[in-house]
């Protein structure tokens, strides 16, 4: 039976927010932007009116600022977006349970079933719209297709405000002769291997054999393939359902540069707090941990270790990573961000006992910081902080966990 | 048009529904509302914001009221002279 797939797209999400809360700023070219005090300073979203003087999302703030003069920079209300978001997936709830979050502004719906014929999920893709202009004041484009991967396209085709429908029986007309960097998971380095090999349109992807385009690319090659000739059939994901957690890992970009060796410490043992309480939180322990330093040069290096044994308790993370940052950085070369991260993980139910007296240390450790984090529930994060902490507040005084753009959670959804 | 946050009494049943029943101007009048006419989740560009929206009737006049429930205000659009 041929499914029926949505994807909607809020169109400059952060900034259809910020412009429905600031009327004034309706007409006038935009961007949300992260504090450059802090060193965060980059366009985060721009709204149409930037954009055509070609302000792009990543942008510096002085790029922006020269590209358009007049841009008006606005800081961002995550918090505000998280409500809208939220309040978006309720609407589409009332439709259907399969729905799909991709990122906070995009959602795939499967509507099978819920319309009896295809021309039914214009239908939906239409009041959807109508509804989230009228009760939540933003638009969105939607995509209708019989696949994941063709209803993304449709509605990246279109924007803002519109729907596009491509059927299955006309789906070669409407993608084949798209260019081939349009379609879902081919990045700026596929595309330029792609391009090399004379590939340019999707049609083009699509004639070439798969084995040639698995000696290219491997695995994801033979997907892609599978993708240009419309037979993704990953599943739309069911209400409730919990994506998988690959990895949990923080970072942040550092008020000022570090050279020191004790800045360094004090950062990363911040970041390897949260990362151990957000396993603990979610049950898991980590067997490698991995950092990443970005340079004042924008270079920018990421090295893994493992563990002596799987854990999540604070301390390990951070012995480790502070090991994995001497023997790969060379000392007093000036850092911009640091990042931690927990990889490997399995769940905290099986664990391996040991009559090892440092994994007997390791788990007590865990114990310890399990009192921690109820401490730190009832009362508040700063009721217990480390000694080192104490030594530089403007390292120390940020919350990882609660910092919304640097908390990273790799997931791969369980069903696809 | 711009956006007045204003202090409101309202009526909670016990299902949840909340109705307004009265309201206060920032001169310290007060206004009933007579009738509830219309409940709906809107969206004011005039104002700038989003929440439910109660059509009133209020001095034989109809008027919309917003309840702004992701910061449990209620708010009015004003002409800009008056925000």
Known sequence: ?416 | MGKKYIEVAAYFDTEGKIVPVMFWWDDGKSYQIDRVLDIRRAASLKAGGTGMRYTCRILGKERYLYYDDFTNRWFVEVPDKVS
């Open chain 1, 1 to 416: 039976m041929e499914r029926i797939i949505l994807h909607c797209d809020c169109n400059n999400f952060y900034a259809s927010v910020e412009s429905l809360f600031n009327p004034k700023l309706r007409g006038r070219p935009f961007a949300v932007a992260g504090d450059p005090d802090q060193r965060h300073g980059i366009v985060l979203a721009k709204n149409y009116e930037a954009k055509r003087y070609g302000v792009k999302t990543g942008n510096p703030l002085w790029l922006a600022k020269q590209l358009c003069p007049d841009i008006i920079f606005v800081p961002p209300h995550f918090d505000l977006y998280m409500n809208f978001s939220q309040t978006i997936r309720n609407i589409y709830y009332e439709y259907t349970d399969r729905v799909e979050p991709y990122g906070m502004d995009e959602c795939w719906l499967d509507v099978t079933g819920c319309v009896p014929a295809f021309d039914g999920g214009k239908m939906i893709a239409d009041e959807l719209r109508e509804r989230i202009k009228r009760e939540l004041g933003i638009t969105i484009s939607a995509g209708v297709s019989f696949n994941k991967v063709f209803a993304k396209l449709a509605s990246d085709y279109k924007k803002p405000d519109a729907t596009t429908v491509i059927p299955y029986e006309s789906f070669r007309e409407f993608v084949w002769p798209l260019p081939v960097g349009d379609l879902l998971f081919v990045g700026r380095a596929t595309a330029r291997i792609f391009e090399r090999k004379c590939i340019r349109t999707i049609g083009d992807l699509a004639n070439t054999s798969r084995e040639t385009l698995k000696s290219w690319l491997g695995k994801w090659g033979e997907v892609l393939w599978l993708y240009a000739n419309g037979y993704d059939s990953t599943p739309v994901a069911r209400f409730g359902s919990q994506p998988e957690i690959k990895s949990i890992g923080n970072s942040t970009t550092l008020p000022r540069d570090l050279t020191e060796l004790e800045e360094v410490k004090i950062t990363f043992m911040v970041l390897s707090e949260s990362v151990a309480a957000r396993l603990r939180k979610h049950g898991f322990q980590c067997e490698t941990v991995q950092i990443s330093i970005r340079g004042t040069d924008l270079s920018w290096i990421e090295r893994q270790g493992k563990l002596e044994a799987p854990s999540c308790d604070s301390t390990s993370i951070y012995k480790k990573a502070l090991e994995l940052f001497i023997k790969n950085w060379v000392p007093g070369k000036p850092i911009r961000s640091l990042g931690v991260r927990g990889c490997n993980l399995s769940s905290r139910q099986v664990c391996q006992l040991s009559l090892m007296k440092s994994v007997q240390q390791i788990q007590r450790r865990e114990k310890i910081e399990e009192v921690l984090d109820g401490l730190r529930f009832r009362f508040g994060n700063k009721i217990v902080v480390r000694g080192t902490m104490l030594a530089d507040k403007s390292l120390s005084d940020m919350d990882p966990q609660t910092d919304y753009p640097h908390l990273v959670l790799s997931t791969v959804h369980s069903q696809i």
